[in-house]
C-alpha cells in the first residue's frame, strides 16, 4: 500500500486554496473536534471518518435526512402504479376472464403490487442516497491531500471548505489544531476548466437527434395503416406456404391448389343408388324407404330428428320449435315461420320428397346433407312419418297387445 | 486504537460475563484493511486461481453453447415430454433462486435483529446471492419455447393489443425474481461503496485507481455520507426483509396455485422460504470453509460464524422435516385419494430414490450439527453443506418431475429420463456460478471492511466500559 508521506506535499502556489483538511487520532478525538468546529458556526465542513462514528451528528448538528419520506412516496407510487396497470391491463383496455374470477379483484394483484412497492422503494433509497449525497463526485479538494487517503482505511478527519463564509485560513487553522489535530493539511485546487462551447452544442444536437428514432416511432404508431403494423419479431408474418388459388410457377396449369385425378371419387361421395341417395325411382318421388322400417330406426330418427329439427319444427313437429319462437317474439322481418308437419301438403308429401327436403333444404331452410348422413336423414323421414300417424290415428290402428294396457 | 491480540482464540465458547469477540487477531482498523484488501491486490494471481478460473470459464462457455444448440434446434434437446413438460431447466431455476436467499437474509434480517456476527460474512453471502440469482434468471427465460419472444413477459403496450395475465403466477415470477435481482445489486453494491473507496485510496495503478475510483463514486466516509448512507441501509435492509420471504413463496405458488396434486398445498409458501434459507446457508458455507482457509481470513470469519451458520442450518433442517412430515399429514387427512396417491408415489414409486437422497441429505445429515466437533469442524460441515445442496436439489427434482410424472391421467404416464444437455446446463450453471464468484474474490472487497470496523470500535468500547 501507498504510505502518507510524512510532510504535505505543496501544490504550486499560483492554485487557490479549496479548504483545510485536518487528522485525528481516534473517533473520540474526532467528535470533540467537530463539536468545537459547529460551536464556531462553520457552515461548509465536514467530519469523515473509516466508518459511520456514533453520535457524530449529534457533536455536528447534522440534520436528520428526509430519504425515508421520499422512500415512503415511492413506495406508495409502487402501489399505486401497481394496482392501476394491472387494473387498466387487465379489467379496461383487455379485459378477459380467467378461471370465472372477476375482472378486477384484489388477492391476485398482491404480489406484483408487493413487488413493485419494494422494487419503487428500493431504487429510490439507493438513487436518493446517492443524489442527496451528491454522489458520484469524482473530484474533490480533499482528494488533493495524500494524507486524506487514510481516511477509508484508518483515518478520522474534518475538513473545512473555503467557500464558507467564516473562512480565514489561519485561523481556521489555528482552531484545528487546537481542537487536537495531528496535523493539517491545505488542499489548493485551481478553478475547474471551463468546457469548450462547442462541446455544449453538440451535446444538444445529439440529444435532438437522439429523439427522432422515439418521436419517429411514435409517429409512425398513431397513424393509420391498412398493411399490417410492423412486428419486431416477424415469426408468424412470413409463412413458405401457397395460400388458396395462388399461382404457383411449378405447374403447367400454374395453379398452386392441384385438381384431383380424373375420376376421382371422395369417400363416401359415390351416390350411385338414386334411391337410396335422392329419393327418387323411376317413378318419381319414393313412396316409401329404401330400408326396412324398424323401432330402432324410428328411435334413431327420433334422436336426430330432437337434435337437428326440434329447434326450429318443434318437438311435436308442429312449427313451434324455441328458435321460432324467440324469432317471433322479437319479431324478426325475415323470418318465415316453419310449416307444420301436420298440415296436408306435408301429410300428401312422398316420402323421396320429404327425403329431398332434408337433403337440400326449402325455402328459408338450409340443405341438411352435410350435417346427416343418408341413412339418418331416411330415420328422420320415418319418424315424421310417426309423428303425423300419432295426430291422425284410429284406435284401430294401434295394436291390440298395447290397446288393452292403456287406460 | 491499540492493536490488542486476542488472548483467546476459541472464541466458540460463550462466557456469560463477557461478549465472546466476534473478530480475533490483530483488531486495529488498518490491519483489517491490510488483511481483506490484501485479497484483491495480491501482486501476482495464485497459479490455483489461474486453474479454477479457466475450469469454470470452460464450464461457462459449455452452458452458453447449449443454451445456443437450444435456441438454434428447440425444447427438444431437453428431457422434458409428456407428461413431464417442467424438468430439469425449472428444477435448477427453484434450485439457484433458493440459494440466492442466504445473502439477503444475512444482510437485512440479521441486520434487523442486530446480529453483528453478520458483518464478516454478509459480503460474500450477497455476492453468492447476486450470481445465483444469474444462473436462475437464465433457466425460466430459455424455457419459454421461442426465447426471442421473451419480452412478452412485460407489459408494454403492443401493436397486438393485448396484456399479460396478471392472474398467472408465472407472470408474479418475473415480477418477484427481477424485484430481488434488481434490490440484492443494489444491497450489495450500496454496502460496497465504502470498501471500493478503500481500495481506490490504495490502488497502485492507474487501471486499479480509475476503476475503483469509478465504482466508489467519490465516496468521501464524511459524517453526512454515511449519515444518509446507513438510512438507506436500513431502509434496504427493511425492504429486502419481507422481499426474501416473497420471493420463494412467489415460486411456490407456480407450483401450488395449479391443481396437480403434490402441487396443490398451502403449506409450500414458507415450506419453500426454509428450505430457501437451508440450502442457500448450506452453499455459503460450501463457499466460506475453503475460501477463509485460502484467503487468509481465519480471523475475521471465525469459527464462531461457522458455527452460528451451522446452528442455522440445523434449525431449518428441522424446519423442511416438519414441512415434509405435514405433507404426508395432510394427504391423509384431506382425504382426496389423488392427493394420496401423490403422497405415496413421491416415498414408493418410481422415484423412490431421488425422495431416499432427499430425506437423507436434508433431514438426517444435517443432525450432525447437534456436535458441537461437528459444528466447528471445518472438513465435516464442508462435506455436510455439500450433501444438504444435493439434497435440496433433488426436493425440487421430487417436486416437480416425481408430481408431473403421474398425473390424473395414468396412460400419460411416464418417466423423466434427462439429456446430456441437461446435465450440460446443470453442470454449467454451476461454471458460470463459480467463474463470477472467482472475479469476486479476485477483485472487490470479500469482507465489508467497513462494517467489521464498527463491529471493533463497537467491541473496544465494551471492553473499556
Known amino acids: ?407 | 486504537m491499540s492493536s490488542t491480540l486476542a488472548e483467546n482464540v476459541d472464541n466458540t465458547t460463550d462466557d456469560p460475563r463477557r461478549r465472546a469477540a466476534l473478530v480475533i487477531g490483530r483488531r486495529d482498523y488498518a490491519s483489517i484493511t491490510d488483511r481483506v484488501c490484501g485479497v484483491a491486490e495480491m501482486p501476482r494471481t495464485p497459479p490455483a486461481w489461474y486453474v479454477l478460473f479457466a475450469f469454470s470459464s470452460l464450464l461457462t462457455a459449455a452452458l452458453f453453447a447449449s443454451v445456443g444448440y437450444l435456441f438454434v434446434t428447440g425444447v427438444g434437446v431437453w428431457g422434458n415430454n409428456s407428461p413431464v413438460f417442467w424438468g430439469w431447466p425449472i428444477v435448477n431455476f427453484v434450485f439457484w433462486v433458493g440459494i440466492g436467499h442466504a445473502g439477503t437474509l444475512i444482510s437485512a434480517i440479521l441486520f434487523l435483529f442486530r446480529q453483528r456476527w453478520r458483518t464478516s460474512i454478509n459480503r460474500f453471502a450477497e455476492a453468492m446471492t447476486v450470481f445465483a440469482v444469474m444462473c436462475a434468471g437464465l433457466f425460466p427465460a430459455i424455457h419459454i419455447g421461442r426465447v426471442w419472444l421473451v419480452y412478452w413477459l412485460a407489459p408494454y403496450p403492443n401493436q397486438m393489443a393485448v396484456w399479460p395475465n396478471f392472474r398467472s403466477p408465472l407472470l408474479w415470477d418475473v415480477f418477484a425474481v427481477s424485484t430481488y435481482g434488481t434490490v440484492s445489486v443494489l444491497f450489495w453494491y450500496h454496502g460496497m461503496i465504502p470498501d471500493l473507496a478503500t481500495l481506490r485510496d490504495r490502488a497502485g495503478g492507474k487501471l486499479r485507481r480509475f476503476f475503483y475510483g469509478l465504482f466508489a463514486l467519490g465516496w468521501r466516509g464524511s459524517a453526512r455520507q454515511w449519515h444518509r448512507y446507513e438510512v438507506t441501509y436500513l431502509l434496504l435492509a427493511a425492504l429486502a426483509t419481507p422481499l426474501v420471504l416473497s420471493v420463494h413463496s412467489v415460486v411456490s405458488f407456480d407450483f401450488a396455485v395449479s391443481q396437480l396434486p403434490g402441487w396443490h398445498t398451502t403449506i409450500f409458501p414458507p415450506y419453500f422460504v426454509a428450505g430457501a434459507i437451508f440450502s442457500g446457508f448450506a452453499m455459503v458455507v460450501t463457499l466460506m470453509v475453503p475460501a477463509r482457509a485460502v484467503l487468509g481470513l481465519k480471523e475475521l470469519v471465525t469459527v464462531r460464524h461457522l458455527d452460528n451458520i451451522n446452528k442455522v442450518l440445523l434449525a431449518t433442517s428441522w424446519m423442511v422435516a416438519y414441512a415434509y412430515s405435514v405433507e404426508w399429514f395432510m394427504a391423509w387427512y384431506g382425504g382426496s385419494p389423488y392427493e394420496r396417491f401423490a403422497f405415496l408415489n413421491r416415498a414408493l414409486g418410481p422415484y423412490a430414490w431421488a425422495y431416499a437422497i432427499m430425506v437423507t441429505c436434508n433431514v438426517l445429515v444435517p443432525q450432525l450439527f447437534w456436535f458441537k466437533r461437528c459444528r466447528t469442524t471445518p472438513w465435516i460441515m464442508f462435506v455436510v453443506a455439500v450433501l444438504v445442496n444435493v439434497g435440496m436439489w433433488f426436493e425440487r427434482f421430487v417436486i416437480i418431475v416425481g408430481s408431473l410424472s403421474r398425473d390424473f391421467l395414468p396412460s400419460s404416464w411416464g418417466y423423466f429420463r434427462p439429456t446430456p444437455i441437461d446435465v450440460l446446463m446443470l453442470v454449467g450453471s454451476f461454471g458460470m456460478f463459480f467463474t463470477f464468484f472467482l472475479l469476486f474474490l479476485r477483485f472487490l472487497p470479500v469482507v465489508a471492511m467497513a462494517e467489521v470496523k464498527t463491529v471493533v470500535a463497537h467491541d473496544a468500547q465494551n471492553h473499556d466500559s
Not at chain 1, 17 to 30: D, N, R
Open chain 1, 1 to 407: 500500500m501507498s504510505e502518507t508521506s510524512p510532510t504535505p506535499s505543496e501544490p504550486a502556489a499560483e492554485e487557490p486554496l479549496a479548504g483545510l483538511v485536518a487528522q485525528f487520532t481516534s473517533p473520540e478525538a474526532l467528535k470533540k473536534a467537530a463539536a468545537r468546529v459547529r460551536d464556531e458556526g462553520y457552515t461548509r465542513w465536514d467530519a469523515h471518518s473509516p466508518f459511520p462514528v456514533h453520535g457524530i451528528e449529534r457533536a455536528m448538528g447534522v440534520r436528520r435526512t428526509i430519504l425515508p419520506w421520499l422512500v415512503l412516496g415511492a413506495g406508495i407510487s409502487g402501489g399505486m402504479a401497481a394496482i392501476l396497470l394491472q387494473w387498466w391491463t387487465n379489467a379496461f383496455d383487455y379485459p378477459h376472464i380467467i378461471s370465472g374470477k372477476p375482472l378486477f379483484s384484489l388477492p391476485a394483484n398482491i404480489p406484483v403490487t408487493f413487488e413493485l412497492i419494494v422494487l419503487l422503494s428500493g431504487l429510490t433509497a439507493f438513487l436518493g442516497n446517492l443524489v442527496l449525497n451528491k454522489l458520484p463526485e469524482f473530484s474533490h479538494a480533499t482528494f488533493r491531500s495524500e494524507r486524506f487517503r487514510r481516511v477509508t482505511t484508518d483515518g478520522f478527519f474534518i475538513s473545512l471548505d473555503a467557500t464558507d463564509p467564516k473562512f480565514d485560513e489561519a485561523a481556521a487553522r489555528a482552531l484545528l489544531e487546537s481542537a487536537g489535530a495531528a496535523a493539517v493539511d491545505a488542499c489548493r485546487v485551481a478553478a475547474p476548466a471551463r468546457l469548450p462551447a462547442v462541446v455544449g452544442w453538440a451535446l444538444l444536437v445529439l440529444g435532438v437527434l437522439a429523439t427522432l428514432p422515439p418521436v419517429l416511432t411514435l409517429w409512425y404508431r398513431s397513424i393509420p395503416k391498412r398493411s399490417p403494423r410492423i412486428h419486431l419479431i416477424q415469426d408468424m408474418d412470413f409463412q413458405p406456404k401457397y395460400k388458396t388459388q395462388a399461382a404457383s410457377p411449378l405447374f403447367a396449369d400454374r395453379r398452386a391448389m392441384r385438381p384431383p385425378v380424373e375420376g376421382t371419387v371422395a369417400v363416401g361421395r359415390l351416390r350411385e343408388d338414386e334411391y337410396f341417395h335422392f329419393g327418387r325411382t323411376q317413378d318419381g318421388w319414393a313412396r316409401s324407404l329404401p330400408m326396412e322400417p324398424t323401432d330402432e330406426l324410428i328411435e334413431r330418427g327420433r334422436q336426430r330428428f330432437d337434435i337437428y329439427c326440434a329447434v326450429c319444427h318443434g318437438y311435436d313437429g308442429a312449427g313451434g320449435g324455441i328458435v321460432s319462437k324467440r324469432a317471433i317474439e322479437r319479431m324478426e322481418p325475415d323470418w318465415a315461420t316453419p310449416v307444420s308437419f301436420h298440415s296436408n301438403a306435408v301429410r300428401q308429401q312422398a316420402d323421396g320428397q320429404l327425403f329431398h327436403t332434408i337433403t337440400g333444404g326449402a325455402g328459408k331452410m338450409p340443405g341438411y346433407a352435410a350435417l346427416i348422413e343418408p341413412a339418418d336423414r331416411w330415420s328422420i323421414v320415418l319418424y315424421i312419418r310417426a309423428l303425423q300417424l300419432s295426430r291422425n290415428a284410429a284406435a284401430g290402428d294401434v295394436p291390440d297387445e298395447i290397446r288393452r294396457r292403456l287406460p
